[in-house]
């Protein structure tokens, strides 16, 4: 089950809450459909990479537990919000560093998915316990890259 919830505010706000599951497709529709067109390859994939994180690591596909996402959309930036219920990590500070360091050697692998989220979104970062992560990024006409993805 998926829920939703819009606030009528100048930001946009709108939170989704969904059961750990991977099937992300009708939960990422959501969350891009207002991200202009030539962003929407890119930006789904990391989402993506976020949300599976947070379902499968965090809360280990635990049925009973949830993801919940607000997002918002402020003057080009759009931020996204994304807590789960697991017992969280301890994110490495220091962005020079391996991303899958922290990760035990049997799951350094799934780390990838952290090396993408530095790549697409123009700020990362994780709360102390390592259960809630904020994303951004600015699609605006003054951002000076082209999306990695077509």
């Given at each position: ?58 809360n280990k596909l635990d049925p ?26 301890c994110p490495k500070r220091d962005s020079n560093l391996d991303p ?51």
């Amino acid at each position: 089950m998926i829920a939703i919830s819009q606030r009528p505010v100048a930001r946009d706000l709108g939170t989704i809450r969904f059961a750990s599951t991977l099937y992300l497709c009708p939960i990422l529709d959501l969350l891009l459909a207002k991200i202009p067109d030539k962003w929407q390859a890119e930006l789904r994939l990391g989402l993506q990479e976020a949300l599976v994180n947070a379902a499968k690591h965090g809360n280990k596909l635990d049925p009973c537990k949830t993801v919940v996402v607000r997002f918002s959309q402020v003057e080009g930036h759009y931020w996204w919000i994304i807590s789960d219920e697991g017992e969280g990590f301890c994110p490495k500070r220091d962005s020079n560093l391996d991303p899958t360091e922290y990760l035990p050697h049997e799951e350094a692998e799934s780390g990838r998915g952290m090396c993408i989220l530095h790549q697409i979104f123009d700020q990362v970062q994780w709360n102390s316990q390592g259960t809630e992560l904020r994303l951004c990024k600015q699609v605006g006409s003054g951002k000076r890259r082209h999306p990695l993805l077509h």
